[in-house]
């Protein structure tokens, strides 16, 4: 399959998904206190999306996934499913994933969230996996290769001794959710394909404290570190511009 390239108007539509996907991360920001359900996020976000938004929440139905947000605590790397038994607690770190259809266009963005006071060894990984998805997105412009953007990403969490998960990556997106080309976050400078005005994709790094290790739990989605030691993913939804990119999720607490 060819990589998509998405025209000015195309990816006017995708900044309107992005947008909203952003906007449910700032709705449900006051909710994350201790003594919430990741259910009742889940629930509060769908509302969001279907009855303010009139959009479409992605997860749901894709690939048998029955939520709206993935929430991932400590040691999850990703895809939590959100549970009425799993009420947050003060010092968790927290990650929402969501992703809007509007239009027929998706938006795909995820941030970590400090529940109450977080050990400082948590608030670290938290800023340092913040730092490793900007190093990340401040390589993209036409003519960088594709592995540049995860060599930017491995160096910063390498100097700060955190390891990279291998086995999940970015990718492409527009009108469908995951397409071409996968975005490594790990890698050699230089390899790969050139990138090019009108490419879309995600760059959302998950960085460990421990090993780069990962398992799956039996519900055959979260995903957890082999280790046990926390881990933490932050995501944006990129276009590549004539000069750069342009971040399609930014939210207002960002930049
Ligand atoms: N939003 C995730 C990503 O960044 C994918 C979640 S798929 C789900 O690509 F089914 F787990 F929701
Ligand atoms: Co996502
Ligand atoms: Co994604």
């Given at each position: 399959m060819k990589i998509s390239i998405k025209t000015s108007q195309q990816i006017e539509k995708m900044r309107i998904a992005g947008k909203l996907a952003a906007e449910v991360l700032e709705m449900i920001s006051p909710y994350?206190?201790?003594?919430?359900?990741t259910s009742e996020l889940d629930r509060l976000c769908y509302e969001h999306i279907v009855?303010?938004?009139?959009?479409?929440?992605?997860?749901?139905?894709?690939?048998g996934f029955e939520k709206t947000i993935c929430s991932s605590i400590?040691?999850?790397?990703?895809h939590g499913i959100p549970s009425e038994k799993r009420i947050l607690k003060e010092g968790d770190i927290l990650n929402i994933d969501v992703t809007v259809i509007k239009d027929g266009w998706h938006g795909d963005t995820s941030k970590m969230f400090l529940v109450g006071k977080c050990a400082p060894h948590n608030q670290r990984l938290v800023k340092v996996t913040q730092e490793c998805l900007y190093r990340g997105i401040e390589?993209?412009?036409?003519?960088?290769?594709?592995s540049d953007i995860g060599n930017a990403i491995q160096e910063h969490a390498e100097k700060n001794y955190y390891s990279v998960v291998e086995d999940y990556c970015g990718h492409g997106i527009g009108t469908v959710y995951h397409e071409e080309p996968q975005i490594l976050h790990y890698g050699k400078p230089g390899k790969g394909l050139q990138l090019t005005e009108g490419m879309c994709f995600t760059i959302e790094p998950m960085i460990n404290q421990g090993s780069k290790y990962c398992k799956t739990l039996k519900d055959g989605w979260t995903v957890e570190t082999k280790d046990g030691r926390n881990s933490a993913q932050w995501e944006h939804t990129i276009a590549v511009t004539s000069d750069g990119y342009d971040v399609l999720t930014r939210r207002s607490d960002e930049f």
């Open positions: 994350v206190l201790p003594g919430i359900s009855n303010v938004q009139k959009a479409i929440p992605a997860n749901i139905g894709y690939n400590n040691q999850v790397i990703c390589v993209v412009k036409p003519g960088a290769h594709i």
